[in-house]
């Protein structure tokens, strides 16, 4: 059996002249979650849609649970879960009402100990008998999982699923993901432009950019191999410029501001320099190295549309 939930393999779509995805291939165990990341017109939407059988891709193959989805029709589907931007509902209809409608659609159990069940999973239980049109956009977005949970599937795919939400909405359903992921044990497949979102909640990921991967790992992995931006808080901010000016350091200087001194440097040589200021009696307050996914993201990105 294989360790991957979902396989893509030399994936290919094109549009007329436009080739949105090229030769694209992935990699997603079970478990956790994946994130899936890339600049606007990347290809993110696209291979999504291929993955959910909307489009045919040109060429390559995507597989679920080791089973190729051209070989497995539909039956893939009865396992997987997906919400694709902006969920729509019957708004004078109630959450409940909603379910049963789409539920019965798929053959899911519509049950009312089952749709209470899931309502409770995405902390809507106590609201199940109220009008959608009263919800908030938050409240619509987790009732959208809601709509993907209702088969129980095992890999649940994300397209945006925080699109348009306020601060609070998209702490709910950041915390939903990850009671998804980690309590319930579902494989979430996230796409998303808000890159802390992504480096806050998933395990793995990719990046890709004109179609193809980029980068592909473990997030923190992946986070720790470029230069950091380490912050140094000196007790005497002046001696310590006056010292670092006749070092190698000085060309890594990012910036100076008040008595903090940021300098760019790889997570090694950190404790090597802070036991070099000791030994020349530079006191620090406080040391701060700090590398975000937004940083690495713009890296590679501009690395590869430099290439």
Partial sequence: MTNSSIEINNLSKSFKKFKAVDNL???????GIYGFLGP????KSTTIRMMLSLIKPD????SFFGEKLQDSGRKAFKRIGALVEKPDFYMYLSAIRN?????????ADTSNKN???ILDMVSLGDRGKSKVKTYSLGMKQRLGIAQALLHNPDILIFDEPTNGLDPIGMK???????????????????????LKEVESIATDMAIINKGKTIVQGKTQELLHQGDLKVTFDFVEVDKAKNYI?????ADKILEIKESIITISMKRPDIAPIIKQFSDNDLLLNSVIPMYSLEDYFLEITQEDNNA
């Fill in 25 to 31: 291939s992935l990699q997603v165990n079970y478990g």
């Fill in 40 to 43: 606007n017109g990347a290809g």
């Fill in 59 to 62: 060429a390559g193959s995507i």
């Fill in 99 to 107: 379910l049963k409608y789409f539920g019965s659609l798929s053959g």
């Fill in 115 to 117: 749709l209470q069940r």
């Fill in 172 to 194: 709910e359903v950041r915390e939903l993901l990850l009671r998804l992921a980690y309590d319930e044990g579902k494989t979430i497949f996230l796409s998303s432009h808000i």
């Fill in 245 to 249: 000016e006749l070092t190698s350091l």
